[in-house]
């Protein structure tokens, strides 16, 4: 049986592939296994803190729930909410909010266990669950595997009486996120006049609020929250209507949210896309200069550019490379104790800061360097030059199939001792899409492009 969990927690399209029926089991099977495990921490209660339980069977757990604005989000949050409570956990609830609110409310609360509704930048058919343990961190693939095996082998003893969760709803805990946002500003945005895309998601209500509070001048767009038309034809993986808005409004910048707004990207004035490669590079220099770049080291996946590997080695920061996902860029972060990661699509994290990849907070520094430095967006991005990088998604193929293929495996080579030193092959099947990715970087546009279209068809015709 294919595994259920992706490269980021379970998706779908919603009431198809992603049913209440298995929204709920999965619910009480990460409870009971979440819980199960040691190291509970200590949680809060009303403010006083509470010792933790002598032993995991008097445990009483807590769990966050947040969610989108995708309409599905509202009977898969009924369908987790009753999985849970049913299971002994107490739940609270936070609404529509960022995935990063529910991971800053885990490890605000000490509560066991966050899950939060969202495909992320995908279409609004689709939906997700993504599940965060103590401490406001992705779970490991370990934990999401031994969910599925309860998942298999339901519970049969559930609790009665006082013993089932009860729940409440608590936006308080957002006020809190947003003042430790704030928080973490290295300089006021008063000056800068900012066009936030908000994706119709999660944060068209906060983001404009967040960078409002940090001293901008904002102007929203798509921020009506209508979950209908969530990331359709904009947030961060559309970015012509924020190019367009960012020129019309002659702002300093744009900001680009996708759907759960745990990426950022970016446009300068002229509106020139700033991607995350060049974000991360910005923010790199930002922290080591402040002293704030722990063991000198920034962690990115195998998809960043190859010019972001040379501005920092041009910086002198060193580079650790891991698995496409924000997941294993904190894993990496975590075993070396190292403060920034990140991926191209802008997904960022600051560890000091945060748990997980953040949007908002992505969108504070980058604008906040551009106030400590009094440098516009487009001059701040010259700390790096992107090699010509060209994208292929190949569907309709077989992607379990890709990393077993001989052809495919003598294509690459091929491709590869044609680029020699000067560029970089990457081919890889999607963790949460039907497909593969063609990956190619060049001197030249066009070289790059010959490439990964040659390397398509290849995928294209093995992969049948």
Do not use: W
């Not at 080291?297 to 996902?325: C, E, K, Q, W, Y």
């Not at 551009?370 to 010259?382: G, R, Y």
């Amino acid at each position: 049986m294919a595994r259920l969990f992706g490269t980021d927690g379970v998706r779908g399209v919603a009431n198809a592939d992603l049913t209440a029926e298995q929204a709920l089991a999965l619910a009480s099977a990460a409870v009971a296994e979440v819980v199960g495990r040691d190291a509970q921490p200590q949680r809060p209660v009303d403010g006083v803190p509470v010792a933790r339980a002598a032993s995991a069977a008097d445990h009483r757990p807590l769990v966050i729930v947040g969610r989108d604005t995708r309409p599905s989000g509202e009977f898969l949050e009924a369908a987790v909410v009753a999985g849970l409570a049913s299971s002994g956990a107490d739940v609270v609830r936070l609404g529509v909010v960022p995935t990063p609110v529910v991971s800053y409310a885990v490890a605000a609360t000490g509560a066991d266990l966050g899950v939060m509704l969202s495909a992320s930048h995908n279409p609004m058919p689709d939906n997700g669950i993504k599940l965060f343990a103590a401490g406001g961190l992705k779970l490991p693939d370990d934990v999401e595997d031994a969910i599925e095996r309860r998942m298999a082998s339901p519970a049969t003893r559930r609790p009665v009486g006082a013993a089932v969760g009860r729940v409440r709803d608590d936006r308080s805990l957002v006020d809190g996120y947003v003042d430790h946002l704030l928080a973490s500003l290295p300089a006021s945005l008063s000056g800068l006049k900012v066009v936030v895309d908000c994706a119709q998601g999660a944060a068209s209500d906060l983001a404009p609020q967040v960078l409002r509070a940090a001293g901008a001048e904002v102007i929203p767009l798509h921020a009506d929250g209508d979950g209908l038309r969530i990331n359709d034809r904009s947030g961060a993986t559309h970015l012509d209507s924020l190019r367009d808005a960012v020129r019309q409004h002659a702002a300093d910048a744009g900001i680009a949210h996708d759907g759960d707004a745990d990426r950022c990207l970016a446009v300068d004035a002229s509106g020139d896309v700033v991607d995350g490669d060049q974000i991360l590079a910005v923010c790199a220099v930002a922290l080591a200069e402040r002293g704030e770049l722990r063991h000198g080291t920034v962690v990115v996946t195998v998809m960043s550019n190859l010019g972001f590997h040379h501005a920092m080695r041009d910086a002198g920061i060193d580079v650790i490379t891991t698995p496409v996902g924000d997941r294993y860029v904190l894993e990496a972060m975590l075993s070396g104790s190292y403060s920034l990661g990140g991926e191209q699509s802008g997904h960022v994290v600051f560890l000091r800061h945060a748990g997980t990849g953040d949007g908002l907070l992505t969108a504070l520094q980058l604008l906040g360097r551009m106030a400590e430095k009094e440098q516009p967006l487009h001059e701040l991005a010259k700390v790096m030059n992107r090699l010509p990088q060209v994208l292929v998604n190949v569907r309709g193929v077989d992607r379990t199939r890709a990393e077993t293929s001989d052809e495919l495996r003598a294509a690459v080579a091929a491709a590869e001792a044609e680029l020699g030193g000067s560029g970089r092959v990457l081919l890889r099947p999607s963790g949460t899409e039907p497909l593969v990715r063609v990956m190619v970087e060049a001197p030249t546009d066009q070289l790059a492009r010959s490439v990964a279209d040659r390397l398509a068809d290849v995928v294209q015709r093995a992969l049948r």
